[in-house]
């Protein structure tokens, strides 16, 4: 069965990507928990159609990005967190609070989908991290600090 993903499912795909599924995965799992719907002629239609609408919101995000790439470089952002005395955090910083770190702190937006980190930090100290778009990119310092 055929079915448009409404949200990025693991190991079937991401968003908005038609895929052929077992009729009873879809309609036991997929469909009603939300995370596919049918796809009929008149959702691929609209599928297309929010498929362009996403490419060029994520070409104008980059373009955006790669201007304050500029300005991130070799900054230093500092993110404090719970942890333990051997400087193990109770909690992981994940690219989405990188991403929040940065907004508050330097003041600009980078989405957490730009922010390159290979397993999520769970320690204190000190982090290089890289920040890609459109092809340039850029460090900054991560300082995590214990509570």
Do not use: C, W
Not at 18 to 35: A, D, H, R, T
Not at 106 to 126: C, N, Q, R, V, Y
């Amino acid at each position: 069965m055929k079915v448009i993903l409404q949200k990025d499912v693991p190991k079937i795909g991401k968003k908005y990507d038609v895929k052929e599924v077992s009729s009873g995965y879809s309609l036991n799992f997929l469909i009603p928990k939300g995370l596919a719907k049918a796809a009929t002629p008149e959702a691929l239609k609209k599928v297309e159609e929010l498929r362009k609408v996403m490419a060029a919101d994520m070409k104008v995000q980059e373009d955006l990005l790669s201007k304050n790439l500029h300005e991130i470089e070799g900054k230093e952002v500092e993110i404090k967190a719970k942890a333990s005395d051997k400087g193990h955090l109770f909690a992981s910083i994940h690219a989405e609070g990188i991403s929040e770190a940065i907004k508050k702190s330097i003041g600009a937006d980078i989405p957490a989908s730009f922010i390159m980190l290979e397993k999520p930090i769970k320690e204190t100290g000190s982090h290089n991290i890289e920040i890609s778009a459109s092809g340039k990119k850029a460090t900054l310092k991560l300082v995590v600090a214990a509570e």
